[in-house]
């Protein structure tokens, strides 16, 4: 099982990148063993997290959320989670030979998936929803991941690292934009109802 890499890319990252580059594995392989379980994490520790103790902002009583509409949230938070994964390893794939590389769509969907893996990991923190901790707690995670990117470019994508730097910097571009998109998608959901509803 691929749970396995992820202690690895904690202890030896360049060892472990050079690993999951050789097993060959197809994008299903990659959603099955690892990203299914990875991307649950966050959504289903904020459904519990934001109807249990509830959002806390600072002084006050914190803000629970509805079973029912925080279960929405949860499962449109994880969809796009998947989405967005397997887009970013799409666009690795299209920026690649550009950069002299022709590894094929599932090394790239890996690179983006293991990328991710200290965000995935951290959205466990969501069980208790205070902004604060999160931003305390996921700021390093950020980190890491670009770092686990810039490490793992050059090796999953056979390159030098020099070039390996420019591509890492420009997929860092492109899951920003993502991001920015996540973002626009959740303010229409919330517009057409699939938004927060609140207890009390």
Known sequence: MLIQHVKGLFTNPKIEWATIRDRNLT??????????????IAPI??????TTLGWSIGIGEPVKLTFASALKMSVAFYIAILIATFTIGKLIHWMSETYGSKQSLSVCVALAGFTAMPLFLVGAIQLIPTLW???????????YSVYLLFTGVPI?????EERGFLFSSSILAVGLVTLVGL?????GLWG??????FTG
Do not use: D, H, S, W
Not at 133 to 143: K, R
């Open 27 to 40: 994008v299903l392989q990659l959603y099955k063993e690892f990203l299914f379980v990875a991307a649950a």
């Open 45 to 50: 520790c904020a459904l519990i997290g934001t």
């Open 133 to 143: 901790l999160n931003f305390v707690v996921g700021l390093p995670a950020l980190a």
């Open 156 to 160: 999953m994508m056979q390159i030098p």
């Open 183 to 187: 973002l626009a998608v959740t303010a």
């Open 192 to 197: 057409i109802g699939v938004g927060p509803r």
